[in-house]
Nanobody
Framework: VQLQESGPGLVQPSQTLSLTCTVSGGSITTFSDYWSWVRQAPGKGLQWIGAIQYSGKSYYTQSLDSRTSISRDTSKNQFSLQLRDVAPEDTGRYFC????????????????WGQGIQVTVSS
């Protein structure tokens, strides 16, 4: 499975960050798979943002729950992240991940990662 993130590299504070992950070599409706968004701020560890399950149900980390939406387009085999009301603290590298785990906080050889996209929140 290959994953590729796309979206803007620069977002202004208070705006909405929108990223899309395009999946090839596999289907986002495959039973038991979770499709996650994970980010890494400069000098910090991985932070799981949320995931959409093969069934279409979404899950979010509590600290970002009120600002996050993850959706999918099965006809395009894509899933997307919207993070509202961004601030400079949301700057980091954003990754999309395929896993059988819902919450991604560590690396696992069985997971598939996109290369990531650098997002900077700045005016």
């Amino acid at each position: 499975v290959q994953l590729q993130e796309s979206g803007p590299g620069l977002v202004q504070p208070s705006q909405t960050l929108s990223l899309t992950c395009t999946v090839s070599g596999g289907s986002i409706t495959t039973f038991s798979d979770y499709w996650s968004w994970v980010r890494q701020a400069p000098g910090k560890g991985l932070q799981w943002i949320g995931a959409i399950q093969y069934s279409g149900k979404s899950y979010y980390t509590q600290s970002l729950d009120s600002r996050t939406s993850i959706s999918r387009d099965t006809s395009k085999n894509q899933f997307s992240l919207q993070l509202r009301d961004v601030a400079p603290e949301d700057t980091g590298r954003y990754f999309c991940v395929r896993s059988t785990r819902m919450v991604i906080t560590t690396l696992d050889d069985d997971d598939s990662w996109g290369q990531g996209i650098q997002v900077t929140v700045s005016s």
